[in-house]
């Protein structure tokens, strides 16, 4: 009965700790077997943002991807073969950027300890590494993911679209553990890059059956974008004014109606959300910190270890 009963707790302990996915992961993973991965990724993605800042958007988007579908296993860097196609290329995709910056990351670590280190842990240390490079918070991350041996179009279909309010994000977001302050701080990551005329032109005609635009969209704010999507459907506009930096011009502008999407937008019109918005507009410290942790908490969605997964040889497919 004792042993039994002590099995049991052992045997809780084990499975809790797969369930939350953290079991095996570790902030020194790679220290004997890889001290420089790191290192080799950082100077990666340093040099590659110095030459083109607009990629660390790609890499943090990359990331967020990667881990809502299949768990962060880098199964968004999988190409599609002839029997199947890939996560890659659903039009969810939507510019997704920066494969050739984890390709070369990859390439030097694969000289350096062969086998080691997983492409799922090179996204996750490159969106770490781009949020630092562009102005943002430091964090440190666990290491120690598998790479997934699956990448099927028909998942990206768990990806939140643009149209989404405040109680369907949260709702997906619940989905995945995480709380609206979280889901809030996330969507924090807009601070950098752009929209395509695409994701947010249905807020600026036909709208519903009485508004012909979004009636939480500033109308001068409208006007703007109108004019973006005058170039055509990948026409870009910037989240916010400063597309290179991270900090919390993202907020302020949603704030001021001047939100790009309606996802951004209905965070601040949405009174479930709307305190969240204000914090971190007024302080942006508090901002960093609860991002900083909600990406941690991000790159531990349903990790793959041990034998559920593999090292990846190359990034683009499965060994
Ligand atoms: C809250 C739900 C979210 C929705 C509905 C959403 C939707 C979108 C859409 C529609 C775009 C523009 C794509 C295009 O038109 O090409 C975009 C861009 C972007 N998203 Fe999100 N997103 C969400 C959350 C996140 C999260 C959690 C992150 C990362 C932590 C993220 C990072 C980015 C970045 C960095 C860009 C700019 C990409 C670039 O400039 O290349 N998003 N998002
Ligand atoms: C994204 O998907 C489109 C098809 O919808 C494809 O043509 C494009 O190559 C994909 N982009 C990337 C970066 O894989
Ligand atoms: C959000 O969208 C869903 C689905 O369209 C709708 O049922 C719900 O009423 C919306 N919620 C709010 C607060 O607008």
């Known amino acids: 009965m004792g042993i039994a009963k002590l099995v049991g707790v052992i045997l809780v302990v084990i499975l809790s700790g797969m369930r939350n996915g953290a079991y095996g992961l570790s902030m020194s993973y790679y220290i004997m077997s890889c001290p420089l991965a790191d290192l080799i990724v950082k100077n990666t993605v340093n040099r590659a943002l110095r030459s083109d800042p607009t990629l660390a958007a790609g890499l943090i988007r990359m990331h967020f991807h990667d881990c809502f579908l299949q768990g962060c296993d880098a199964s968004v860097l999988i190409d599609s073969t002839k029997d199947n196609t890939a996560e890659k290329d659903s039009p969810a995709n939507l510019s997704l950027r920066g494969y050739e910056i984890i390709d070369d990351a990859k390439q030097q670590l694969e000289q350096q300890c062969p086998g080691v280190v997983s492409c799922a842990d090179i996204v996750a240390m490159a969106a770490r590494d781009a949020v630092f490079f562009a102005g943002g918070p430091v964090y440190e991350i666990p290491k120690g993911r598998k790479d997934g041996r699956i990448s099927k179009i028909e998942d990206t279909r768990n990806l939140p679209p643009p149209f989404f309010n405040t109680s369907q ?71 916010d004014a400063t597309r290179n930096s991270f900090d919390n011009d993202y907020f302020n502008e949603l704030t001021r109606s001047f939100g790009v999407l309606f996802s951004d937008q209905t965070l601040y019109a949405s009174a479930r959300t709307r305190s969240i918005v204000n914090a971190y507009a007024m302080n942006q410290a508090r901002f960093f910190l609860d991002f900083q942790q909600a990406m941690v908490k991000m790159g531990l969605l349903d990790v793959k270890e041990g034998s559920n997964g593999e090292v990846r040889e190359n990034c683009r497919k499965v060994n």
Request: glycine letters at 6%; charged letters at 15%; aromatic letters at 10%.
């Open 169 to 239: 994000l949260i709702t997906m977001f619940a989905q995945h553990g995480f709380s609206a302050q979280e889901m809030v701080a996330l969507s924090g990551a807009h601070t950098l890059g752009v929209a395509r005329c695409s994701s947010f032109k249905f807020r600026l005609s036909n709208f519903d059956s009485t508004h012909d635009t979004d009636p939480t969209l500033d109308s001068n704010f409208a006007k703007t974008l109108s004019k973006t999507c005058s170039a055509g459907d990948n026409a870009e506009q910037t989240f």
